[in-house]
Structure formats: C-alpha cells, structure tokens
C-alpha cells in the first residue's frame, strides 16, 4: 500500500482517540494493527499470536502504550521490551501506527507516556534501533531525549514491509541506533 492510497481520517475522528497502558485484553486488537501496518513481513512473531502477546503484557516483559479508538481498535503502539537476558535497559520500540492515523503526533504522544511511566519505575534508560528508511521513528526517539549513536548498514531483512511508506531501495535496510 502507498501513501496516497490510505484515506486518513479527519481532525474530529482523531480526537476520540484514548491513549493509554496496553492491557492483555488489547492482545487482539494489537495483532491487528500489527497485520494493518506490516501484513506479514514484522519480524517479531509475538506480534502474530495474541496469547503470546497478552501474557508478555501480563508478565511485564513487554510494556506498552496505546491509542485506541472508542470502538477498541488499537490503532497505535510503542513498547518496551524486556532484555530476555535479565539486563536493566528495555529496548524502546515496537512502534506502530496506522496509516490512517500518522501525522498526527500519535507515536509521540505514545513515546512520552510510555518514558514516563518508565522512569516512574526506576528504569535507567532505554536503546532503540529506528529504520532508516523513513525518519518517523528517528524523530520520534529524539523528542523523547535519545541521540543517534551508529548507524547498522543492511541490519534489518529487505522482507519486512510497512504500509503507507514509500520505499525505493534495493536489498537490506539499515538501522539507526
């Protein structure tokens, strides 16, 4: 899908939107935005199987916030991972938003609250690997005070695929970190 084949929704639609913490129950809904945003190219197989999802959210290895729509639909997620090695700083990203949602300072209104509840918590920091193909997710790591520290050239599988973003290259895609 392309930019301009995804009608976005107007002002009043977007208002309605509630952001907040990701619960178990929202595990379906998740899974769908997952499928809106990437089909099924999302590396992350967890994303796929709303059991696995609701019982990471309910385990506290994935801590998430989430803009939904008064009819429950997730139409927004950025996350912090747990490191499955037991180490103090999460991996801040899993970000989402549906197309027809973006531009509208969703994933930085996600960001913020998700860092606040995390520094609420104690936790020391977070790292981040952005896609390079687009500066959504770069920028939306900066305003929440992280600084580009490398860049990983071919990192991420040419495969992986995201709804409403042009992308005219060939190969692997990099990362930002």
């Given at each position: 899908?392309?930019?301009?084949?995804?009608?976005?929704?107007?002002d009043?639609?977007?208002?309605?939107?509630?952001?907040?913490?990701?619960?178990p129950?929202?595990?379906?809904?998740?899974?769908?935005?997952?499928?809106?945003?990437?089909?099924?190219?999302?590396?992350?197989?967890?994303?796929?199987?709303?059991?696995?999802?609701?019982?990471?959210?309910?385990?506290?290895?994935?801590?998430?916030?989430?803009?939904?729509?008064?009819?429950?639909?997730?139409?927004?997620?950025?996350?912090?991972?747990?490191?499955?090695?037991?180490g103090?700083?999460?991996?801040f990203?899993?970000?989402?938003?549906d197309?027809r949602?973006?531009?509208?300072?969703?994933?930085?209104?996600?960001a913020?609250?998700?860092?606040?509840?995390?520094?609420?918590?104690?936790?020391?920091?977070?790292?981040?690997?952005?896609?390079?193909?687009?500066?959504?997710?770069?920028?939306?790591?900066?305003?929440?005070?992280?600084?580009?520290?490398?860049?990983?050239l071919?990192?991420?599988?040419?495969?992986?695929?995201?709804?409403?973003?042009?992308?005219?290259?060939?190969?692997?895609?990099?990362?930002?970190?």
């Open positions: 899908i392309q930019p301009h084949d995804i009608a976005r929704v107007d009043a639609t977007a208002a309605l939107v509630e952001f907040r913490a990701a619960l129950d929202d595990a379906v809904a998740i899974t769908r935005l997952t499928f809106r945003c990437y089909g099924y190219t999302y590396l992350d197989g967890a994303f796929y199987a709303p059991n696995v999802l609701a019982r990471s959210l309910e385990q506290g290895e994935l801590q998430a916030y989430v803009a939904v729509t008064p009819d429950g639909d997730v139409v927004g997620l950025q996350a912090l991972t747990a490191d499955a090695s037991g103090l700083v999460p991996e990203g899993k970000l989402m938003v197309a949602y973006r531009r509208r300072q969703f994933a930085e209104r996600l913020q609250q998700l860092l606040t509840d995390a520094r609420g918590q104690g936790i020391p920091g977070a790292w981040a690997e952005c896609v390079a193909n687009h500066a959504a997710s770069q920028r939306t790591v900066q305003a929440a005070g992280g600084t580009e520290v490398g860049l990983l071919g990192a991420s599988p040419q495969a992986v695929a995201m709804a409403g973003f042009e992308v005219h290259d060939e190969g692997r895609r990099s990362l930002v970190s």
